[in-house]
């Protein structure tokens, strides 16, 4: 006699195998996993019926979101059956010859959703392509570089010492204000200007590297994380071109990986990122908490939607141990352009009671706050300044 649980299981796993919708009144029979699962393989396996039906499924043509279907597709498979998936996606959904085109490498826009999806396919593309997606990918992070680069050198610039002032100050470190004000009476009117006998500046600190700050990025990269783990890598790399910090990059998902030494390169830091599969936060801060040397010269800047696929309670205790130790600890729920981003609202809660800033900003609002940072300011001002809303601490 077959019970009630069994014929349920069964016809789940039915609904599964043939793609099959749920019929009015039995939307239980199949889980938001399950729905997520039949909606990711729907898109890659529904063709074109033999009477000529349209293809139910599908990403497009330019599948723009192949790094978080991809993460469906690793969520739900060992890693053995998602490399057949993969392989299938990049031969059923045309990919590879949109990526062979003259025409749509001459056309392609500077987009991060793209470079993630080329990250995520980079493993079975042939060579020839990978070196095209790589030429891409090039030309993508030397437009952002180029958007980012200067101010967050200008904001993080903080070697200058403020409280110092000197006489003979480099021309970068002329305190105008200060300068036009002590040469007023050097005004001429005739040409309309001051001459300055004297230059008022910022004297810099000569600091050896045991001296510096150091900046520790740690970046979820889980399918939905892509953006934030490519603007992530982007601006550590310009950080550590400043030798004013030293920066150090780690990503994860159930592993670790620690991208530090590739940072002067950052499209080969690009393609050491493995976009997808689980989350172990509380193992990748201890990861990062091994290595902080001085914590009241440290910061780490976590970039995590919170939902851990780890030992969360662990995690908790592991960043309260970081604060009471003096490391600088900022919660990142998102670095990219999109609004609000979706994490774990529960944990947020949690980690905020522990004192520590958790919230999400965009990459052009990341130099500011790394600047704040720096300086040991005060987070929540700057948040409440640029109209950005901190997670409260009060589940």
């Known amino acids: ?31 938001e996993a399950d729905t ?28 723009p979101k192949v790094a978080a279907w991809m993460d469906d597709i690793r969520s739900c498979f060992p890693s ?6 993969q392989k299938d996606a990049f031969e059923r959904l045309d990919l590879k010859q949109m990526l062979m085109e003259p025409e749509f490498l001459q056309a392609v826009e500077a987009d991060v959703d793209l470079v993630a999806d080329l990250i995520s ?14 030429e891409i990918i090039a030309r993508i992070v030397a437009q952002l570089m180029e958007r980012l680069e200067r101010r967050t050198a200008e904001a993080i610039r903080g070697a200058r010492d403020r409280g110092r002032r000197t006489r003979r100050p480099r021309f970068a470190d002329i305190d105008w204000p200060r300068t036009i004000s002590a040469n007023l009476r050097h005004y001429q009117p005739e040409h309309k200007t001051i001459v300055p006998e004297k230059l008022v500046g910022f004297a810099r600190r000569q600091r050896r590297m045991a001296d510096l700050d150091e900046v520790v990025l740690c970046v979820d990269q889980s399918g939905s994380m892509a953006s934030s783990v490519i603007y992530a890598s982007i ?23 620690d991208l530090t030494d590739d940072l002067a390169d ?32 440290s910061h780490l800047v976590l970039i995590t939607d919170l939902y851990e696929g780890g030992n ?21 729920l998102a670095l990219s352009d999109d609004g609000k981003p979706a994490f774990d609202h529960q944990m947020a809660a949690k980690v905020a009671l522990l004192g520590i800033p958790v919230f ?36």
């Not at 396919?121 to 790589?134: D, F, G, N, V």
């Open 266 to 297: 950052p499209v080969e830091v690009l393609f050491g990122v493995q976009l997808g599969g689980g989350t172990d936060i509380n193992q990748a801060v201890a990861y990062c908490a091994d290595r902080i040397g001085q914590p009241l010269k």
């Open 235 to 257: 601006f550590a790399a310009v950080m550590a071109s400043l030798p004013v910090i030293r920066t150090k990059l780690v990503c994860f998902d159930t592993a670790i990986l």
């Open 360 to 395: 999400a900003c965009t990459p052009d609002q990341f130099p500011d706050m790394m600047a704040t940072a720096l300086k040991r300011g005060d987070i929540g001002d700057w948040a409440a300044a640029n109209d950005i809303k901190l997670i409260a601490g009060d589940a």
């Open 121 to 134: 396919l980079r493993s079975i593309m042939p060579e020839k392509t990978k070196t095209m997606a790589r």
């Open 80 to 85: 053995s059956v998602v490399q057949i998936v």
């Open 312 to 332: 969360a309670t662990e995690l908790l205790q592991r960043m309260a141990a970081l604060v009471r130790a003096g490391v600088n600890v900022i919660v990142l």
């Open 36 to 63: 997520r699962l039949n909606r990711a393989l729907s898109a890659l396996y529904d063709n074109d019926d033999p009477a000529g039906g349209k293809r139910r499924g599908g990403m497009g043509r330019s599948a």
């Open 1 to 31: 006699m077959t019970s009630g649980g069994d014929a349920k299981e069964r016809e789940r796993r039915w609904r599964l195998a043939t793609g099959a919708e749920p019929e009015p009144g039995e939307a239980a029979a199949m889980s």
